[in-house]
């Protein structure tokens, strides 16, 4: 993450400042009330930051999603993302849907508080979001015929079509790590020592393509799924992503806590539930909380919403993570908002502007607008002019942004009779 670098900003506001037309404007103080405010905050930016880095997203990770920024949503929609994986997978490719309706608009299905055993229905408020979350840019396809939960299955899938997608990953589901699964094995498992098993070969596909994020998951968990094999495979997957700076979605983890945080064990505990009554085998091995599943031994996310939501949410804020945002929960505010009324105004789309659109800007002025956008250190990086159309006052621009590096910048218009600020976010 970067700051503001203020000597810099500082020579971009009296750059600003000592404008012609803006001296003489009668709205000056609305400039240096921008210019103030640039100065006394040194704030982060977001910056398109689709490169290797330690990303985890766990079960702690889920209350974030109230506080993504706006750029952030708009940038993590904005990536092209591709995702494979079983039937759980399905239920999460549902459970990211239910957030592009409001929620008042969604289908039941994903709302549902309740459960049939009234001991694991959740707060209303687990399975409610804010707005509509557009995910229309993310695909997810089940395994093809003829392979099944295996990395170089996905690599093959994928690599022909790679060009297509910024972000891709898949998941092995809780059927991969039943009892008798060999894959934590570490002479012949996923993470074989030698780099002779399919993490060698993941790790391989990422780097021919540096310029995507590849993402890696620890497993969907079911009732009884709590083994072993399961425990040990996603301890590993934990480990190798930390000390290898990878970006990792940890799904076993969000599964097998809670709404409060509390962790959740197999059910080979002794504890009757519906028709499963196992004893206790004396193990507490991490599995989905039965919050988020009505199945007794099973761990799919369709029957009731929590689960399911609790994932979608933890994946947008996965998404956010890898298009930038570093999880902080203050973020400059949009600088058009402290602007007196009248001020002239710009509107920008699309948003965020990727390096090989245009981007159309539409600004309320009836006099020739200079446009002028500036890197967050305050340099000049693309200036351009415009006569304002038709009678409506509105001047429309469009600026190519080839060539520029993905991140933020201030977009000014200036006017001889007004100036306006927004902020503009560039994908690579």
Excluded at 96 to 125: E, I, K, Q
Aim: proline share 6%.
């Amino acid at each position: 993450m970067h700051i503001l670098h203020i000597p810099r900003m500082r020579a971009f506001m009296m750059h600003i400042l000592h404008i012609p037309a803006l001296r003489s404007h009668r709205r000056h103080r609305a400039v240096l009330s921008i210019a103030a405010f640039l100065l006394l905050t040194a704030l982060p930016y977001p910056q398109a930051a689709l490169h290797a880095q330690h990303i985890v997203v766990d079960h702690t990770s889920v209350a974030l999603f109230e506080h993504i920024p706006p750029a952030y949503k708009d940038a993590a929609a904005a990536l092209r993302l591709f995702f494979m994986d079983r039937s759980v997978g399905g239920n999460i490719n549902d459970a990211l849907s239910c957030l592009s309706h409001l929620h008042g608009d969604a289908p039941n299905s994903c709302t549902r508080a309740g459960h049939r055993d009234a001991r694991y229905a959740v707060d209303p408020s687990e399975v409610y979001w804010d707005g509509e979350w557009d995910r229309s840019n993310w695909r997810y396809e089940f395994w093809p015929a003829g392979c099944s939960e295996d990395a170089n299955c996905f690599i093959e899938s994928v690599e022909g079509r790679i060009d297509s997608f910024d972000v891709v990953g898949f998941q092995f589901s809780y059927l991969a790590v039943m009892p008798g699964s060999k894959l934590a094995d570490p002479t012949s498992g996923f993470f074989a020592e030698g780099g002779s098993g399919q993490a060698a070969d993941y790790a391989a596909f990422a780097a021919r393509h540096p310029e995507k994020t590849v993402i890696w998951w620890t497993t969907s968990l079911a009732r009884s799924i709590g083994t072993e094999e399961a425990q040990d495979f996603n301890q590993s997957m934990r480990t190798y992503c930390r000390d290898s700076s990878l970006v990792l979605f940890d799904v076993a983890d969000i599964l097998s806590h809670d709404p409060a945080g509390a962790p959740c064990f197999d059910n080979r505990d002794g504890v009757t539930y519906l028709t499963e009554n196992h004893p206790d085998d004396g193990l507490d091995l991490p599995a989905i909380c039965p919050q988020y599943t009505t199945e007794t031994e099973g761990g799919h996310l369709g029957s009731i919403s929590a689960g399911g939501i609790r994932i979608a949410k933890a994946f947008w804020v996965l998404m956010a993570r890898i298009a930038g945002w570093d999880g902080g929960v203050s973020e400059l505010p949009d600088v058009a908002a402290i602007l007196p009324p009248g001020i002239m105004e710009i509107s920008i789309s699309p948003q965020p502007v990727r390096h090989n659109l245009h981007a159309r800007i539409r600004c309320t002025a009836v006099t020739p607008v200079q446009l002028v956008l500036y890197d967050m250190l305050g340099r000049n990086v693309l200036t351009t002019e415009g006569q304002r159309t038709g009678t409506t006052g509105a001047a429309e621009f469009h600026l190519r942004t080839n060539g520029l590096p993905g991140g933020s910048y201030l977009l000014a218009a200036f006017s001889d009779a007004a100036m306006a600020v927004r902020r503009v976010l560039i994908l690579p």
